[in-house]
């Protein structure tokens, strides 16, 4: 007799089978059954266990199918989700199916794979339809909001078959794109609106009517319409913006007449400082740039008007007030001509100008525009002059350190310590540099002037007296005082060596430059920090040493500096009328001053 199952049930079921099967023939044989039929109610009991056992199997195998299609099912269901999602590290079936034979036990393992990749599916799906949406609302706006664009609607179709990361990375790209485009052209769209909104405010006009021209939308009165950023608005605002420049030019230009006109008349009246102040808005625009003209209703309409109408009643004023105009323009050219060291045009002096309008021979009008362009003529020979000027300046100033340096080198206590006494030792070596370039200036400065009066084919004058000749004036005067005081230190040699030679015959005497000591004031001043410092002053070496002389030494001298110098330059040093105690000053002088060769 057959029997399946595990070795226990089976055990179970073998013992429980022998027990019956003995209990029956024990009751057949009670009845008295024959072996025959015996036999035969065994064969149809074995029959008929059979039959179960057969109705058993046929349904387990049904079973076995069913699973075994589910399994199959959920497989290729996972993997289609697995290929649309594009998942590769999905926990697979098949390393199950090396763990277990099972199909219960495959079919527990896939089931909730697939549950999961079905969720993530779908939130794949709401992602995917997210950013199209957003897509086609940007891709609206930029197209006006109208048709979507076809090729991008058609890029952006939604194919469930592919709803890999890869996919979604390329939407998200796609919106980045699209929407870093939405924030160019707004930001373009805002850049343009502020231009437009300086512009009116300069021209003085409606800004909002000049936006609204363009979009309804770039005014902001209604804050659920948002601002437009299409390309036919781009373009419209572009074009206000060239308007409103042409239109800034054409005031600006406009106004720059009017202002200028009015600047010159207000100063030619010499009109108030209020009545001045009424315009300065205007006449501050003379000196900027287009770009730089920023300040609100600075070129409106209504300025300009008003400008145009102060210029008008300002030349009708102009007229009676001519006399007192060209005097007052010949009192600027003389002030000017002052400051630059230039000889003003004799022929509109005052007295002249004056009885020219007195006599009526001259129109006021004509003399004015000539001393207008006499004072043109001498701002650009300023200009002409400016670099020679700058040299002139710093020649000047090194003549002023030379004569604090003259002075610096008398006192006799400037190597004493005290406050400020390291400052003017720092000056005097900075000096002592400035001093020893005083030569090479002037030799510079000679060429530079005899270059200018090639080039101009006139004169370089200098307050009317000629440059060149003040330089060469200069030049001489320096190298006769200089060999003055090389003739004195060669006469204090002598008077040394006799002096060597006496004391050598009788006995050394008390050296008087221990007992006497530098009687003149030594012309210091107190300086900020408690100092003393030397005032700047010239200094002679004798009473008949010629004194230095600049262009300053020459103001008021032009007719007579020639005869001053030829005197100054044919004095001799009178050595034998200088006192003793001048002598032993002028020593101490010069046994000090770092610019003389040493002695002996």
């Not at 794109?177 to 769209?189: A, G, N, P, W």
């Not at 050595?575 to 610019?595: D, L, N, Q, R, Y």
Request: aromatic share 6%; with cysteine; hydrophobic share 35%.
């Amino acid at each position: 007799m057959l029997t399946i199952g595990s070795p226990t049930t089976s055990l179970f079921t073998s013992t429980s089978c022998n027990t019956l099967l003995r209990e029956l023939q024990q009751i057949w044989t009670d009845i008295g059954e024959s072996e025959a039929e015996k036999d035969r109610m065994l064969l149809e009991l074995e029959r008929e266990c059979l039959e179960v056992y057969r109705r058993k199997v046929e349904d387990a195998a049904n079973s076995k199918a069913r699973l075994h299609q589910s399994v199959a099912a959920k497989e290729a269901e996972l993997a289609t989700l697995m290929a649309a999602l594009g998942e590769l590290s999905v926990h697979s079936p098949i390393q199950t199916e090396k763990r277990t034979r099972s199909l219960k036990e495959k079919l527990a393992s896939v089931t909730p794979v697939v549950e999961d990749l079905r969720m993530k599916k779908e939130e794949r799906i709401k992602q995917f339809a997210e950013i199209k949406a957003q897509i086609e609302k940007i891709s609206s706006e930029i197209s006006e909001y109208n048709n979507l664009n076809n090729t991008l609607v058609t890029n952006l179709t939604l194919d469930e078959q592919d709803l890999s990361l890869r996919k979604l990375s390329e939407y998200q790209t796609h919106l980045r794109s699209i929407q870093k485009e939405k924030s160019d052209r707004l930001h373009k769209v805002f850049e343009y609106v502020n231009e437009v909104h300086s512009l009116c405010g300069v021209l003085g006009l409606d800004f909002g009517k000049t936006v609204s021209g363009v979009h309804p939308s770039l005014h902001g009165t209604q804050q659920e319409q948002s601002t437009n950023i299409s390309n036919s608005t781009l373009e419209g605002l572009e074009q206000a913006i060239r308007m409103l420049k042409l239109e800034r030019k054409a005031r600006i230009q406009k106004l720059k007449d009017v202002a200028a006109s009015l600047f010159e008349l207000l100063n030619l009246m010499d009109s108030p400082t209020e009545e001045k102040n009424k315009f300065s808005r205007i006449t501050s625009v003379l000196g900027f740039a287009e770009s730089e003209i920023i300040e609100p209703g600075v070129l409106s309409a209504e300025i300009i008007e008003q400008a145009s109408t102060e210029v008008e009643r300002l030349t009708k004023l102009k007229a009676s007030r001519m006399k007192e105009l060209v005097m007052k323009r010949r009192s600027d050219l003389e002030g000017l001509c002052k400051m630059t060291h230039i000889e003003p045009d004799t022929s509109t002096n005052p007295e002249k100008s004056t009885a020219l309008i007195d006599s009526g021979l001259v129109d006021p009008s004509e003399l004015l525009a000539n001393i207008e362009a006499q004072i043109v003529r001498v701002k650009e020979e300023a200009i002409s002059r400016k670099e020679i000027m700058d040299r002139i300046d710093r020649w000047l100033s090194a003549c002023e350190e030379e004569n604090w340096l003259e002075d610096y080198n008398q006192d006799t206590n400037r190597y004493n310590a005290g406050r400020g006494a390291h400052l003017n030792l720092k000056r005097a070596e900075r000096a002592r540099v400035t001093v020893s370039k005083i030569s090479a200036m002037v030799d510079n400065l000679i060429f530079k002037t005899l270059a200018w009066e090639d080039e101009k084919k006139m004169l370089f004058l200098y307050d009317g007296v000629r440059l060149v000749s003040i330089l060469e004036d200069y030049k001489l005067t320096r190298q006769q005082r200089e060999e003055e005081k090389r003739r004195y230190r060669d006469q204090k040699k002598l008077q040394d060596l006799l002096q060597t030679e006496k004391e050598a015959m009788y006995g050394s005497k008390p050296s008087p430059r221990k007992t006497n000591s530098f009687k003149k004031p030594n012309g210091y001043r107190a300086n900020g920090n408690g100092s003393m410092t030397p005032t700047p002053r010239r200094n002679s070496f004798g009473g008949a040493t010629p004194e230095l002389l600049t262009p300053r030494s020459y103001s008021g001298r032009q007719n007579g500096y020639f005869k001053e110098m030829r005197r100054l330059s044919t004095a001799p040093l009178n050595f034998v009328a200088i006192s003793k105690e001048e002598t032993m000053s002028f020593a101490s002088v010069c046994g000090s001053e770092p610019g003389s060769p040493p002695q002996g």
